[in-house]
């Protein structure tokens, strides 16, 4: 079971969102602020599914905050992320505290297999660039995009990652896979829909991101 003490160090201001839609054109419109919303592709799934799980960053053993893995959590529970100079972020917060943490992905393995590591979401100003959402896959549906148009996303458990996540020993967590890697045993191959969420104001410096507005 998925333990909600994950999102505890993440307030979120939003109301829960419903599941995206992944149909042909979907209502589309452009927000400061978005949540991230997965979606299965393929026959693999894990158990619990993880279709319509939210990203979110989830705190690495260790006590440092500025070091998270970057998970799922269930619907109504992820990040809320924006965009800025060419990086992906959401804020982290707490009692009367609040951080800016940013993706970081780091490829690798060999030509036809991942890295087994999960994507960071961590302090300071040194995020990946590059990590976009592209306006539409073919379906009208915006998705988060880095690298080559082959490369991807995978949901795995955060034991096949290598990540110790200690609110919850059955964590789902993401890895990324480069263009002609395969995707690693016992994890699901996901895309992340861009779901519109409402903006609070507290970024003027963010881009406006595509997104799908929920009927």
Excluded at 20 to 29: A, E, H, K, Y
Excluded at 59 to 65: F, N
């Amino acid at each position: 079971m998925f333990n909600l003490a994950l999102t505890s160090t993440l307030l979120l201001p939003a109301l829960a969102l419903a599941a995206p839609t992944t149909s042909t054109n979907p209502t589309l419109s452009t927000s400061k602020s978005i949540k991230l919303v997965a979606n299965v592709l393929g026959s693999f799934d894990l158990s619990p599914s993880v279709n319509s799980y939210e990203l979110n960053p989830f705190e690495l053993a260790g006590g440092d905050m500025c070091n998270n893995a970057l998970g799922l959590s269930p619907s109504g529970y992820g990040a809320l992320w924006r965009s800025e100079d060419g990086t992906l972020y959401t804020i982290q917060s707490g009692n009367g505290w609040a951080q800016k943490i940013t993706l970081n992905i780091q490829p690798g393995g060999s030509a036809t297999v991942p890295a087994a590591r999960a994507v960071g979401v961590q302090c300071g100003a040194g995020g990946t660039e590059g990590v976009t959402v592209i306006p539409e896959n073919g379906n009208g549906n915006p998705l988060l995009e880095y690298g080559r148009d082959t490369s991807g996303w995978m949901a795995c458990p955060s034991d096949t990652l290598h990540a110790n996540v200690p609110a919850d020993e059955g964590a789902v967590v993401v890895g990324y896979r480069d263009a002609g890697q395969r995707i690693l045993s016992g994890c699901a191959d996901v895309e992340f829909v861009a779901v519109c969420a409402e903006d609070d104001g507290s970024a003027p410096g963010a881009m406006e991101l595509p997104c799908v507005v929920q009927e």
